[in-house]
């Protein structure tokens, strides 16, 4: 263990293998980091569960079903949000795009669309809804620079290995004046703390990075690129709270989920911070 940083939790994976992690604290950026973190092949066993939903269209459980149903309304969100820019040639990039629904959305409103998926079959899906315009992970490299209005990553960024690696990639697709959304679980909301390490939105070994609303503002301001807005996903806590409820009792208690979920949005409209975020960051010159 990294003989800086202090243990902020002990938990284990809920969903896959039951193996044992460490989120330990990073000061500089009042950022968790998952410890140890899985490496390549290694890492890639953690993901192989038919429970990953990103990786699937089914609707075989309450879990999944809510899951597609908040998605249907969240995907109209999403293309207003993207749509709310200004945007030269409406280019989109979405990295991790899953099974392309965000895309396909897009596409059907005039947008030239990319995705970067790398699961082999959530990426199929993807490009049977988006004229095959969905590329395995190695192929983001490759990209143009300066070559998108909008980069998309709908909570993807905590399952990126190298951080300063991809947030300068990410800079460097994007046009100057370009439009970075990032949303990502944070672990400062009422259902973290009150959950703790059966908080779902924690998912270890695949959550490498647990951020909080300065973690995003400082990790892009060395970037240069500016924070100009961030949102509440008010429908991520009840989400989340029925997972934890199934991590933590062994059953999905949709009432209590429910309850805990109302009680974190209702306690976010005073002290802003809900189970997820929408980060919004414009890229300035170099």
Known sequence: MPNNKQTYLTLKDHSVSRDQFQLLYNKELDMLETFPQPKGEKLSEYYKSEDYISHTDTKRNLLEFAYHKVR?????????????FKSDTKSLLDIGCGTGDFLQTALNDNWKVTGIEPNESARKIANSKTNNSVFETKELVKLKPNSFDVITLWHVLEH?????????????????????VIAVPNYKSYDAEYYKNFWAAFDVPRHLWHFSKISISELFTTKNMTLVKTLPMKFDAYYVCLLSEKYKSGF?????????????????????EYSSHIYVLQNAKS
């Open 72 to 84: 249907e309304i969240s995907l109209k969100r999403k293309l207003k949000l993207i749509n709310s």
């Open 160 to 180: 990126l290995p190298d951080l300063e690696m991809h947030t300068t990639l990410f800079k460097s697709l994007l046009k100057t004046n370009g439009t970075l």
């Open 252 to 272: 999905m208690n949709p009432i209590k989920a429910f309850w805990i979920g109302w009680q974190s949005n209702r306690k976010a409209k005073h002290s802003k």
